[in-house]
């Protein structure tokens, strides 16, 4: 581990655990050691990461028993059926209850790997090594896993916090630009939030982040799971605050669901849910035409999509986003912004303004 | 609820709840109103408790959105497949997060729905109202929810805390005499673990048991519940003692297991897994013939098997306890007894007893 590595806690009592960010670190034995308490680990990752990195990882892990699964790449593979292949694995190789699962991957490995991991025997060891942007600064901090259901997107899981997450920046860097921009749809999402001077920065220094400057990358991956720390802190089980972190996250999995999971990118989704938002925001007056421009401006710089795709109309929208799990009593809620880095969660909005966003997107 | 109701409280710091146990509870609608704080509840029965006891039960929710998912009967059909028609029903019906699952039935039909209410959408209320001996004195109390994978007994589950449990004693008198006896498995085991004068107990009133005198079954419940609640409140989440509460079950699910689910039924399964721990105490000189034979007796009073069916020899059943969730690290442990009401988990025993026991049995 070298000095510049940089290391987060995640503060939840005797669920703690470190967030590990910097170059090289996946194939660190030590930092290994150190987290998995058994003899026996099953390494989760796809067809797409699996050649890049598992060498490297399993060289690492040359004292522990190794098993491996291979899962098939793309969000449309985050199903039940994919989550099951995991328990067969570990099963026909008799992995007891002192296992550790660790997620090799983006956030769909991770997802599915933590909810295995979750269930395994009513609950195993779970490491989380995200080889993506965005399973770096969102997924793979804050325990929450889960699968799709045909009728919504993350139906199905649970909170299960690993005992730690190791981001290696290395493996940005077989990222490909798509992918990276879908990432960075997150990392401004932190910024919108709560968090104004990120916001800032970003704007500032989009271009270094595209092109993948080291020294940028760190400090946003370190500046996006240190705001997701704090939040997941102060309210693990998405009791109240924790929703937050849904921010274009409500209109992203309508338009994930709405055109077939797999066809656009999570983060592409959420970039394009973020200006939904804002829209929506100044069309209640909450936000003023200025810095919804702003918005729009960073996320059209990331190389990310600012509008929904136009084959999802007003009624499919409002069909999609009703099974959305921050509906509560059959009220749909929303994180809205009343400001840059002020985002609220509130189902007290004019809905027809509402419908007018939508109308404005779908034809 | 009538004053003869008793009420005991499993002490779970905020996860504590209360169990009702008496006449009448599962028509109290004053129960359902102070435990279920949404507008919607999901019953989740089976198709031969649903004809007794639905039509009560919906009547008694009367203030709440009911909806009900009806899943076949039996023990095999406690598969991840059955389990994904819960969440079918609840998207279909666009359930939120709000919304309460209610399990009403034997220890499958709560096994499944509490393990469905745990995932979806990351947790949802649960309510547990048992209707066998089974599910009263031990499915039911502790929070554990699982469902089976064909190499393995609830393999793939979760501890999730029901928000209270409702044991209405007037349903066991349409329980068949093979299902009572079945719960009687549970009942003894609880006085073989730690409590010798409820052993004793049974020895004196095992008929009164089997004829179903109701003071004798509400003494029996209650007793067998507050063993259970004392050692789950002591180790919710199984890291050390709570294992003793498997006396009996490595050898019992190892049955299940060989003969197909279903053939034999839980507890019976259990029934001869404890009368086999006890062979196996004996041989290793840790209990004295007497006292097994008091074991053995008292089983087979209650109309249960005192001996594992003769198709499994000692190979296949080592293979099937390997997958024990009771393995550490590849050494299989065991609940053993040093005496009656003295249980103990151990992984330090003569194998060659072990299998000596076995040789015993297999043909």
């Given at each position: 581990m070298s000095a510049d590595t940089r290391i987060l806690n995640v503060d939840l009592g005797v669920r703690s655990y470190p967030i590990y960010i910097g170059s090289g670190l996946l194939g660190d034995a030590e930092i290994y050691r150190r987290h998995i308490p058994g003899e026996r680990v099953?390494?989760?990752?796809?067809?797409?990461?699996?050649?890049?990195?598992?060498k490297q990882v399993l060289a690492a892990l040359g004292d522990y028993q190794v098993e491996t699964v291979v899962l098939p790449d793309g969000e449309k593979y985050k199903t039940l059926e994919t989550w099951q292949?995991?328990?067969?694995?570990?099963?026909e190789r008799r992995f007891d209850r002192q296992c550790t699962v660790l997620a090799l991957g983006g956030g769909v490995v991770g997802d599915i790997a933590g909810f295995a991991a979750a269930c395994y025997q009513r609950g195993v060891h779970f490491i989380q090594v995200p080889t993506t942007l965005l399973a770096q600064v969102d997924s793979s901090v804050g325990g929450k896993t889960g699968v799709n259901h045909p009728l919504g997107k993350n139906m199905i899981g649970a909170f299960y916090q690993p005992r730690c997450v190791i981001a290696d920046t290395d493996s940005l860097n077989t990222l490909d630009d798509r992918q990276l921009s879908a990432g960075l749809a997150e990392v401004i999402k932190y910024g919108l939030i709560?968090?104004?001077?990120?916001?800032?920065?970003?704007?500032?220094?989009i271009e270094r982040l595209l092109s993948r400057?080291?020294?940028?990358?760190?400090?946003?991956?370190?500046?996006?799971?240190?705001?997701?720390?704090?939040?997941v802190a102060a309210d693990e089980l998405e009791a109240g605050k924790r929703a937050l972190l849904n921010l274009g996250h409500t209109f992203g999995?309508?338009?994930?669901?709405?055109?077939?999971?797999?066809?656009?990118?999570?983060g592409e989704a959420v970039a394009a849910g973020v200006c939904m938002a804002g829209e929506l925001s100044r069309r209640l007056g909450w936000l003023s035409a200025e810095k919804l421009y702003r918005i729009v401006e960073l996320v059209s710089k990331a190389n990310l999509p600012t509008v929904p795709p136009e084959n999802i109309g007003r009624s499919q929208f409002?069909?999609?986003?009703?099974?959305?799990?921050k509906v509560v009593s059959g009220k749909l809620r929303l994180v809205l912004m009343q400001g840059l880095g002020q985002s609220v969660i509130t189902g007290d909005f004019?809905?027809?303004?509402?419908?007018?966003?939508?109308?404005?997107?779908?034809?």
């Open positions: 099953m390494v989760v990752t796809n067809e797409t990461v699996g050649p890049l990195y598992l292949r995991i328990f067969d694995g570990l099963l709560s968090d104004l001077p990120f916001f800032e920065w970003l704007e500032s220094n400057e080291p020294e940028a990358l760190i400090y946003a991956i370190e500046r996006s799971c240190q705001d997701k720390a704090d939040v999995h309508a338009i994930e669901t709405g055109v077939g999971y797999g066809e656009w990118l999570h409002l069909e999609l986003m009703a099974v959305d799990k004019d809905t027809a303004e509402l419908q007018n966003t939508l109308d404005e997107y779908g034809r």
